[in-house]
């Protein structure tokens, strides 16, 4: 059965701090809070346009730090949602927050309310990154966070960001390592990027911050998502969604934006296992002419890579004839060799 989300944003509302590197008025289309009457609009227009197909439902709060609300407004908010509950293609409520705003008591009023999701930002598992990030909190307490959640039997989502001040690459896959230990239900990983108006800009200007490139943060992205899917976690999205206002000319001041960059990291992932399959058979290559990576049909453009990119530098790189072989018995996001 189809899973979808019917996203409502409440855009900075209830974020208590200002994290460097955010701007929700850049980055999200909507700028102003929702009242309860629009957020009946939404929900019903979601259902409505899903029709007859079979799906199962969260009704899900995005944009800002949905604990930090004021008691009121929170529990006004998800009454309104809970509403739906009653309909039996609508199965919970799914909210985004910070680790720093999860305590005992807020668990249970969520669970009561038919919260089924929580999604932490914690963007990262190192203190020091953190701190330069103005997150106000460190990574024992963000563990912390996650074990209360699981504890009280939420699914538990973790968002993550690569290329953040003060980060690097052994921080992020000791990150991505951290997470992994946490068993969360899904993950999300974001390369960081300079959104205009917002201290991490004033930083890059005066260049004390250095983005990550294109490829740098593909890199890292796809390092981490290796640790994380070792455990069988799914990767929920890699890359902003690209929004009109991220498209928009100079919304995006820096960094590594790329409207399909979680294809580009599993791109990149594929190119990897290409390699290490093809030195394991290295001193083989002289015994047939072609050899072919096998892959599922619906894997093939990430072996391929842009413009067949892949295929063109590992057949570069080890000189022989590669191409590749789709066999729909082969595992999703798994290649083999044959000759």
Same mark, same amino acid.
């Given at each position: 059965?189809?899973?979808?989300?019917?996203?409502?944003?409440?855009?900075?509302?209830?974020?208590?701090?200002?994290?460097?590197?955010?701007?929700?008025?850049?980055?999200?289309?909507?700028?102003?809070?929702?009242?309860?009457?629009?957020?009946?609009?939404?929900?019903?227009?979601?259902?409505?346009?899903?029709?007859?197909?079979?799906?199962?439902?969260?009704?899900?709060?995005?944009?800002?730090?949905?604990?930090?609300?004021?008691?009121?407004?929170?529990?006004?908010?998800?009454?309104?949602?809970?509403?739906?509950?009653?309909?039996?293609?609508?199965?919970?409520?799914?909210?985004?927050?910070?680790?720093?705003?999860?305590?005992?008591?807020?668990?249970?009023? =969520?669970? %009561?309310? /038919?919260?089924?999701?929580?999604?932490?930002?914690?963007?990262? #598992?190192?203190?020091? +990154?953190? @701190?330069?990030?103005?997150?106000?909190?460190?990574?024992?307490?963000?563990?912390?966070?996650?074990?209360?959640?699981?504890?009280?039997?939420?699914?538990?989502?973790?968002?993550?960001?690569?290329?953040?001040?003060?980060?690097?690459?052994?921080?992020?896959?000791?990150?991505?390592?951290?997470?992994?230990?946490?068993?969360?239900?899904?993950?999300?990983?974001?390369?960081?990027?300079?959104?205009?108006?917002?201290?991490?800009?004033?930083?890059?200007?005066?260049?004390?911050?250095?983005?990550?490139?294109?490829?740098?943060?593909?890199?890292?992205?796809?390092?981490?998502?290796?640790?994380?899917?070792?455990?069988?976690?799914?990767?929920?999205?890699?890359?902003?969604?690209?929004?009109?206002? =991220?498209? %928009?000319? /100079?919304?995006?001041?820096?960094?590594?934006?790329?409207?399909? #960059?979680?294809?580009? +990291?599993? @791109?990149?992932?594929?190119?990897?296992?290409?390699?290490?399959?093809?030195?394991?058979?290295?001193?083989?290559?002289?015994?047939?002419?072609?050899?072919?990576?096998?892959?599922?049909?619906?894997?093939?453009?990430?072996?391929?890579?842009?413009?067949?990119?892949?295929?063109?530098?590992?057949?570069?790189?080890?000189?022989?004839?590669?191409?590749?072989?789709?066999?729909?018995?082969?595992?999703?996001?798994?290649?083999?060799?044959?000759?």
């Amino acid at each position: 059965m189809r899973h979808i989300n019917i996203p409502i944003f409440i855009p900075q509302f209830g974020c208590p701090h200002q994290c460097i590197f955010c701007n929700q008025k850049k980055i999200s289309s909507q700028t102003s809070v929702p009242e309860p009457d629009e957020i009946r609009s939404t929900i019903a227009a979601y259902l409505e346009a899903a029709g007859d197909l079979r799906f199962e439902a969260e009704i899900a709060y995005f944009g800002g730090s949905f604990t930090a609300l004021p008691q009121k407004t929170m529990e006004e908010y998800l009454e309104t949602a809970r509403e739906f509950l009653k309909r039996e293609s609508v199965r919970g409520l799914r909210i985004s927050t910070r680790p720093d705003y999860i305590d005992e008591e807020i668990l249970v009023l =969520l669970k %009561t309310k /038919g919260v089924t999701t929580i999604e932490l930002g914690i963007q990262s #598992f190192e203190d020091r +990154v953190l @701190q330069a990030s103005g997150r106000q909190y460190g990574a024992e307490q963000a563990e912390e966070a996650c074990r209360l959640i699981k504890n009280k039997n939420f699914r538990l989502g973790i968002q993550l960001m690569a290329g953040l001040p003060e980060d690097n690459y052994r921080y992020a896959m000791l990150t991505a390592e951290r997470t992994a230990a946490l068993k969360p239900d899904m993950v999300r990983i974001y390369p960081t990027l300079v959104i205009k108006e917002t201290p991490l800009e004033a930083l890059f200007r005066n260049h004390k911050y250095c983005p990550l490139t294109l490829a740098e943060a593909v890199d890292v992205c796809a390092g981490m998502a290796v640790i994380i899917r070792r455990e069988n976690i799914p990767i929920i999205r890699m890359g902003l969604q690209p929004s009109e206002e =991220l498209r %928009t000319e /100079g919304n995006v001041a820096a960094g590594p934006f790329h409207p399909a #960059f979680g294809e580009l +990291v599993e @791109q990149k992932i594929f190119y990897d296992q290409a390699r290490v399959l093809l030195r394991r058979q290295e001193k083989n290559f002289y015994k047939h002419k072609i050899w072919y990576l096998r892959v599922n049909p619906k894997d093939v453009s990430k072996m391929t890579g842009y413009k067949r990119n892949n295929i063109t530098n590992l057949n570069e790189e080890f000189d022989i004839n590669l191409k590749v072989k789709i066999w729909d018995g082969q595992p999703r996001n798994m290649i083999s060799l044959d000759n």
